[in-house]
C-alpha cells in the first residue's frame, strides 16, 4: 500500500469529472488500498479518487467512531429517499481547517460495486448519507464550497492560496 497526495483547493484537477470504472481488477482493488490508507492516515471519513487526482469513479469511507467500518465504492450513485434536507458542518481533506454548514438529503439510497466488483445497494441516513453525497460531489467535480456564496468560496480559495504558499515555503 501506499499513501497517496491529496490535491488541495483550489487545484483545477479537483474540477474533474471521474469516468467509470470499467472493470474491477487488480489495479482498481490496489487503488482503493491506496486510498484507504491515505484517508485514514489523514484522519478523514472519506476520499474519493478525484481527490488524488485519479479521476475514476470510486471512492472510499469509513464513518464508523473507531475506523473498523471501511466501505468500498464503486461507479457509485444514489438516489434520495424524500426531499427532507438538514445542514451538517462539512469539512474536506482538500480543503483542510475549513468547515462549513451545507444541506443534504436525510436519506439517500445507495448501488455502488464494491472491492470485488460485486454489486449492492444500502439505504443510509445520518453522517453516511451525507458523506456519501459529498464525495459523490467530489466524482462530478464538485466541492462542498460551491455551496457557498461566491464571496466565502473566494475568501476560502485565498486562504488555500496562502496556506499552500506558506507549506511551500517551508
Same mark, same amino acid.
Request: glycine share 4%; with cysteine; hydrophobic share 35%.
Given at each position: 500500500?501506499?499513501?497517496?497526495?491529496?490535491?488541495?483547493?483550489?487545484?483545477?484537477?479537483?474540477?474533474?469529472?471521474?469516468?467509470?470504472?470499467?472493470?474491477?481488477?487488480?489495479?482498481?482493488?490496489?487503488?482503493?488500498?491506496d486510498m484507504l490508507e491515505t484517508m485514514y492516515d489523514a484522519s478523514g471519513i472519506g476520499l474519493a479518487a478525484t481527490?488524488?487526482?485519479?479521476?475514476?469513479?470510486?471512492?472510499?469511507?469509513?464513518?464508523?467512531?473507531?475506523?473498523?467500518?471501511?466501505?468500498?465504492?464503486?461507479?457509485?450513485?444514489?438516489?434520495?429517499?424524500?426531499?427532507?434536507?438538514?445542514?451538517?458542518?462539512?469539512?474536506?481533506?482538500?480543503?483542510? %481547517?475549513?468547515?462549513?454548514?451545507?444541506?443534504?438529503?436525510?436519506?439517500?439510497? $445507495?448501488?455502488? &460495486?464494491? *472491492? /470485488?466488483?460485486? =454489486?449492492?445497494?444500502?439505504?443510509?441516513?445520518?453522517?453516511?448519507?451525507?458523506?456519501?453525497?459529498? %464525495?459523490?460531489?467530489?466524482?462530478?467535480?464538485?466541492?462542498?464550497?460551491?455551496? $457557498?456564496?461566491? &464571496?466565502? *468560496? /473566494?475568501?476560502? =480559495?485565498?486562504?488555500?492560496?496562502?496556506?499552500?504558499?506558506?507549506?511551500?515555503?517551508?
Open positions: 500500500m501506499a499513501k497517496l497526495v491529496i490535491l488541495e483547493f483550489p487545484d483545477e484537477r479537483l474540477r474533474t469529472k471521474a469516468v467509470e470504472v470499467e472493470k474491477v481488477d487488480d489495479e482498481v482493488r490496489q487503488l482503493v488500498d481527490q488524488v487526482d485519479v479521476h475514476r469513479r470510486v471512492v472510499v469511507m469509513d464513518v464508523s467512531d473507531d475506523g473498523s467500518e471501511p466501505l468500498v465504492l464503486i461507479n457509485p450513485s444514489y438516489t434520495p429517499i424524500g426531499d427532507d434536507k438538514d445542514f451538517l458542518s462539512e469539512g474536506c481533506l482538500s480543503i483542510p %481547517e475549513y468547515y462549513a454548514e451545507v444541506p443534504r438529503y436525510l436519506k439517500v439510497k $445507495l448501488n455502488a &460495486l464494491d *472491492r /470485488n466488483g460485486d =454489486a449492492y445497494e444500502l439505504e443510509a441516513d445520518g453522517l453516511l448519507a451525507h458523506c456519501i453525497q459529498h %464525495e459523490l460531489d467530489h466524482l462530478e467535480g464538485v466541492l462542498f464550497v460551491d455551496y $457557498l456564496s461566491s &464571496l466565502k *468560496r /473566494n475568501r476560502v =480559495a485565498k486562504k488555500m492560496q496562502k496556506r499552500h504558499k506558506q507549506t511551500q515555503g517551508a
